[in-house]
């Protein structure tokens, strides 16, 4: 039998691909959603992105480099989203003063509009979430960052900013406690974060 996560037979059989293929019901739930919000300001769904990443995330990594390993994209493709942005009137550039070969990335008041209500475009996935129990919530988010851990140990995901990648971030021996040394208090899992602004790699 093929071990396909999409060959039904095997699929059936297995817990594991039922998972994984959920997961990609997700995804494309995502993809069709961010499509709508395209459609509606008439800017590509990579552009909407864009706006919101810039919309909530500080000047260090508002830069074209910084957006190219976000979104997995060469720097080319977001150079020209952002030329796209800018033309509209949604995004200024200002220099880089550390750095006089790049620049730093601002939301016009027009791009802050439309990148304020377009991250908004999660509300139906939000539903069935806020639903659930909260222990079911905690165990699943647990699941999740093992998963995306995973992905950017094997260089799927390129940019972690959760708290197991942190420098400042410990795991106590038997797994059961996540202590922060930043904040010198320990975690529980609804504390732990998928994008913290004050993450340190760990090397």
């Known amino acids: ?36 919000q395209s459609k ?16 909530f995330h500080s ?15 060469t720097k080319a493709t977001i150079s020209e989203a952002i030329k796209t ?9 200002t220099p880089d003063e550390k750095d006089t070969r790049s620049y730093i990335l601002h939301l016009t008041s027009d791009g802050q509009d439309i990148a304020e ?3 908004m475009f999660t509300k139906e996935i939000q539903t069935p979430v806020y639903q659930m ?5 905690e165990s699943m988010l647990l699941n999740l960052f093992e998963i995306i851990r ?8 390129t940019i972690p900013r959760m708290c197991m990648t942190c420098t ?12 922060c040394h930043l904040l010198n208090q320990e975690l529980y899992a609804a504390d732990l974060r998928i994008d913290c602004p004050e993450h340190v790699l760990k090397e």
């Open 1 to 36: 039998m093929n071990p396909s996560d999409y060959n039904l037979d095997y699929q059936n059989q297995n817990t594991e691909s039922k998972i994984i293929v959920s997961l990609e019901k997700i995804a494309q739930a995502f993809r069709v959603l961010l499509w709508q």
């Open 40 to 55: 509606e300001f008439s800017i590509s769904p990579i552009q909407i992105q864009i706006l919101i990443f810039l919309l």
């Open 59 to 73: 000047e260090e990594k508002r830069k074209v480099s910084y957006l190219a390993k976000e979104f997995n994209l």
């Open 85 to 93: 942005l800018a033309r509209k009137g949604y995004v200024q550039k």
């Open 117 to 119: 209500k377009a991250s």
């Open 133 to 137: 129990p909260r222990d079911e919530k």
């Open 150 to 157: 995973h992905l950017n140990r094997n260089g799927v995901i």
């Open 168 to 179: 400042y971030y410990e795991l106590s021996e038997d797994g059961g406690k996540h202590f």
